[in-house]
């Protein structure tokens, strides 16, 4: 599986936008970019997903490298409750039995400063 | 509303012990997979299912064993626990498309002592 590279840790204030980075250098033309994120003490939960062209939902926008090897989360407006361990990850995405699993990183720690 | 639910919460038990974590989600999901986590890390797959009896192996597959005799369930057995064992376990279902997200239960955090 193609691997993803995230910083640690990054802080942000509260009430600003927030740009988590993720460097995927050797994905494939049909990876999925994925993005989880773990509450404290709760199970991950699915953020935002996108293949070549930026994405929106709710919850985040997701912004795609027109290479591919490299996407940025944004949070428009960060939230106390917004402070979590976000996870990139990359799915392949051809539709055969063997590529629904992910395989998760460390991730990065984000804190929100009040 | 569907959900995905976990028990029990939190366990302990003894080296030894055979132990099952329960997983139960009401998706109608084909998919499920156990996760564990430990401190400091992300989540490990350990087993997953493409639908009931289809059982495939993880990257930490050893010493757990899962059986999928209906779509609701996945319970993962430990056979013989080991301190090594002692961790949160997570369960998750998804759909049976090419970019479908997956859910997550709440987790079970088990100690083996």
């Known amino acids: 599986d193609a691997k993803t590279t995230q910083p640690n840790s990054m802080e942000s204030n509260e009430e600003e936008p927030v740009h988590l980075p993720c460097n995927h250098s050797?994905?494939?033309?049909?990876?999925?970019i994925h993005w989880y994120r773990q509450l404290p003490s709760q199970g991950p939960e699915y953020v935002i997903h996108?293949?070549?062209s930026n994405v929106n939902n709710r919850m985040a926008s997701l912004a795609i490298a027109e290479d591919r090897k490299s996407s940025t989360l944004i949070l428009h407006r960060a939230t106390l409750r917004d402070a979590a361990v976000y996870y990139c990850?990359?799915?392949?995405?051809?539709?055969?039995?063997?590529?629904?699993?992910?395989?998760f990183g460390t991730g990065t720690r984000l804190t929100i400063i009040p | 509303d569907a959900e995905i639910t976990q028990s029990p919460r939190h366990k302990i038990t003894e080296t030894g012990r055979q132990v099952t974590l329960a997983c139960h989600q009401t998706?109608?999901?084909?998919?499920m997979f156990w996760y564990r986590q430990d401190l400091g890390h992300g989540l490990r797959l350990i087993h997953y299912s493409y639908g009931v009896h289809d059982t495939n192996k993880g990257e930490v597959s050893d010493g757990y064993s899962v059986s999928r005799s209906n779509t609701e369930d996945l319970p993962l057995t430990l056979e013989s626990a080991a301190s090594s064992q002692t961790s949160v376990y997570f369960c998750?279902?998804?759909?049976?498309?090419?970019?479908?997200?997956?859910?997550f239960g709440p987790g079970t955090r088990l100690t083996v002592l």
């Open positions: 996108g293949l070549t």
């Open positions: 998706w109608n999901h084909n998919n």
């Open positions: 990850i990359l799915r392949p995405g051809i539709s055969n039995f063997g590529n629904e699993k992910l395989t």
């Open positions: 050797t994905i494939s033309g049909t990876d999925y």
């Open positions: 998750a279902s998804s759909e049976q498309r090419e970019d479908d997200e997956q859910f």
